[in-house]
């Protein structure tokens, strides 16, 4: 992706099923866990870069032991910073304990049995620490502290605080972090009240009922209180004090979760090939977590997986699989080659089936995968066009034309390589571009000037703001005829609120494109009549609503959006002629068949909170208000 795009968070979670006794013996370390989640988290770091944090319970701790320990941080080099500060700690512990794992579980605030790290990309708020997770609920009693983090964005937020108000609380902000927090642990508390007016009455003592609280809170009632009318994208981890913990995942599957168990270990995480990767396992032990589920750890060691929600129409973000999940899954992986697989047809029509005179590359480096993808779909149409062009000459009586129909195949080249040591500090804008402008080098000597076509797969068009500033104009300087850009994804239309910061209409080329052609064509009244359909739509509540912002593309073509597009993003002073083409969203659900949710580009929302934020975004954008909408 050519456009810098904050996104998700990644999450990490492992819970120890032996004594911290049985890791040193084995291993040689009581470490274990805390390396297996810097793993963890190391491997998803592509999830998160605006700050870290990790937290740890312990189990079974002695009465005024410390059995809750957090470290966070939101420095550009967060996930070193805290296990650096981590492992800085045993310096407090004499030499002679920093291998005895009693002695740390009781005296080293991190040598714990369950562990929970996250990595933060921001979508809203500053990076401050305060906006770190985990986050923190406490209370003396073990069973009411909660721990909480997770890659989630909820849309319902006002919703969610009035219900608080209602409940008598007086939130300290609207943010989703806070309210969940408070909400979870508003029920928390409910359920340890339950059982404590149950136990007292069966003349249990206040030390008993605690005790038993902890074997005997319902997790399930928890939860299916707490997600009760949530709106939004999430897989949140939450683990309570005495020992108990959970994993949550929306009922569409909007935001991805797996998790891996053996005899030693509760492992979840974000992304299946993190797990994979740090315990050596194989693919098919790796469980993806159901929408609407719930992984419940209890103290005791056991688990299961429960449904807290009921299901709705899998829905699972189709741009994990184009962009933000790491492509080394092996499920991810064949779908991104089957991205660029299926645009070898369109791509082979825009050059006219000439081979000869075009140049294949990318924009570096998510678009790797779907770009080999793409050159197998070419080699393949060619196999055809050389059979074809054979069996129309005598292959014996003119071998110089059968030498030159064999050699035709796809001109690979390297063209784009991105210097990752330069940063830009210059403020003023014309020498800021400048220098943006040579953050990517270029491969000379590979096109005939005027001559040869370029072909660039990127993986997605967002804003087009780094496509027009530098990319387009780096590669004129090769002097190529033409240059198409690929994009795997189909065209951005429609903002996101699950989790990416994607909310602002206007941000996007192909709205823009859309506002554009309307008028062309004489029909920017739909702008105005949309904009009144849209605030009818805002004045209904979030489950009445329509996507009315699907009414500005319906009169409008793919590909003319597409020509548009090209045209707004084409420098004024570029010499190459220059296309766009994207992927269909048809040949997308090929690709990913099992992630369905394609709401950046069709509109088509998988929970009503959804067309509620795309209704505000465009009322924002046509009132001038270049703020969040949600």
Same mark, same amino acid.
């Given at each position: ?22 890791y040193q ?17 190391t ?32 420095s &550009? ?28 579980r ?40 909660? !721990? ?20 008598g609380?007086?939130? &300290? ?9 408070? &909400? ?14 149950? !136990? ?34 999430y ?33 979840v ?67 991104r ?46 196999r ?22 064999l ?42 000037s005027?001559?040869d ?8 068009v ?17 002097e ?21 910061? !994607?909310?602002? !209409? ?50 409008l ?45 069709t ?28």
């Open positions: 992706m050519s456009d810098a795009i904050k996104h998700e968070c990644g999450v990490a979670f492992i819970r120890l099923r032996k004594p911290l006794e049985y013996e084995k291993y040689g370390t009581f470490w274990y866990g805390l390396a297996k989640l810097q793993y963890l988290m491997k998803q770091l592509n999830r998160g870069q605006d700050g870290a944090g990790m937290g740890v319970v312990k189990l079974d701790p002695d009465y005024g032991a410390r059995y809750l320990a957090r470290k966070r941080s939101a &550009k080099t967060a996930l070193t910073d805290i296990f650096e500060e981590v492992g800085a700690a045993l310096n407090d512990i004499p030499k002679e304990f920093r291998n005895d794992a009693d002695y740390l009781k005296h080293y605030p991190y040598a714990g049995e369950m562990l929970l790290g996250h990595l933060r990309y921001g979508t809203y708020g500053g990076n401050s620490i305060e906006n770190i997770h985990p986050f923190l609920r406490q209370n003396n009693w073990m069973a009411r502290n909660l !721990m909480l983090a997770g890659n989630y964005n909820i849309t319902n937020t006002d919703e969610l605080f009035n219900a608080l108000i209602d409940l609380q007086q939130p &300290k902000e609207k943010s989703d972090n806070v309210l969940m927090l408070e &909400k979870i642990g508003h029920f928390i508390d409910e359920e340890n009240q339950r059982l404590f007016g149950v !136990m007292k009455a069966q003349g249990f003592t206040n030390l008993e009922i605690s005790e038993k609280i902890k074997e005997e809170i319902s997790l399930t009632n928890i939860l299916k209180r707490s997600f009760k009318n949530v709106d939004g994208g897989n949140m981890i939450g683990m309570l004090g005495h020992g108990d913990a959970f994993i949550i995942r929306d009922p569409a599957g909007i935001r991805p979760s797996h998790y891996y168990i053996d005899d030693e270990v509760v492992v995480a974000s992304e299946r090939a993190a797990i994979q990767t740090a315990f050596n396992v194989y693919p098919e032990d790796v469980q993806e977590l159901g929408p609407g589920n719930a992984l419940l750890v209890r103290k005791s060691g056991h688990v299961e997986e429960v449904n807290i929600l009921p299901p709705t129409e899998r829905m699972s973000c189709s741009f994990e699989r184009i962009y933000f999940s790491r492509g080394n899954d092996q499920a991810i992986y064949h779908e080659k089957d991205l660029g697989r299926l645009l070898a047809t369109p791509v082979m029509g825009l050059l006219g089936n000439d081979l000869v005179n075009t140049v294949f590359s990318y924009v570096p480096n998510t678009a790797a995968t779907s770009f080999y993808g793409l050159i197998d779909g070419i080699h393949e149409i060619r055809d066009l050389q059979a074809e062009a054979l069996s129309k000459i005598d292959v014996k009586n003119e071998p110089e034309r059968v030498k030159e129909i050699s035709w195949r796809p001109r690979r080249e390297k063209i784009l390589v991105k210097d990752v040591k330069m940063r830009t500090f210059i403020t003023n804008d014309s020498d800021r571009d400048d220098l943006v402008g040579h953050v990517y080098d270029i491969t000379y000597g590979v096109v005939k005027w001559n076509t370029l072909v660039i797969m990127d993986d997605s967002v804003r087009g703001t780094t496509l027009k500033r530098s990319i387009l104009r780096i590669l004129d300087r090769l190529p005829k033409r240059i198409i850009l690929v994009s795997s994804a189909p065209q951005i239309r429609y903002p996101d609120c699950y989790g990416i910061d !994607m909310s602002k !209409m206007g941000d996007f080329a192909a709205f823009a494109a859309a506002v554009e052609l309307l008028k062309d064509k004489g029909m920017a009244s739909l702008l105005d009549k949309t904009y009144e359909a849209a605030k009818v739509e805002l004045s209904k509540s979030a489950s009445e609503q329509r996507c009315v912002v699907q009414d500005i593309y319906a009169p073509a793919d590909a003319e959006v597409s020509k548009k597009i090209a045209e707004m993003l084409k420098p004024k002073d570029l010499r190459a002629e220059f296309d766009i083409l994207f992927q269909s969203v048809e040949n997308l659900h090929k690709a990913c068949p099992g992630d369905r949710g394609d709401w950046y580009f509109g088509n929302y998988p929970t009503p909170g959804g067309n509620q934020v795309a209704n505000r975004a465009f009322v924002n954008y046509i009132e001038g208000r270049k703020e969040r909408a949600y």
